[in-house]
């Protein structure tokens, strides 16, 4: 359903109608009834995040320090990757608990490519860093129940 005029009004001009059935349409999550209880479409989930307990935030913080400074700054990538295991460990959704499977050298390993290719294309690869930490971090949390 295009406009007349050429120009997307909203976001649903570019959107499959979910009810065609040859789009192709498939919905993650669970569908909410609208207030009349005829289905209205959206897409609902519950994330959660439950903190750690402070003695857990101090130790692996503490922990963290020390291997930060021991190594000079370059065990700030296994930093790294253990805060992303410890945040999304303590993250549900729908009820369902995630894992974060990367470790510091995938991060060494990203970083240096962002580094390396920023560098031979005078920054224009900078603009496309926040798309491919969110796909690097896409790639790697998964479901901790296996599905």
Known sequence: MAPQDGLAR???????DPNDEKEGFEAVGEESDGPSGEDSGVITFKADYSHPTLLESLGRT???????????????????????RMQAKHTTINGRALKFTGTGFDIFLFYGK???????TFGIYGFFFPSNYQRFLNKHRFFADGD
Not at 10 to 16: C, H, Q
Not at 114 to 120: A, G, H, N, Q, Y
């Open 10 to 16: 909203n976001l649903s001009d570019y959107m499959p």
């Open 62 to 84: 503490l922990l963290w320090l020390v291997v930060i400074v021991l190594t000079l700054g370059l065990g700030s990538f296994w930093v790294w990757a253990d805060r992303l």
């Open 114 to 120: 962002f580094i390396l290719l920023t560098m031979i």
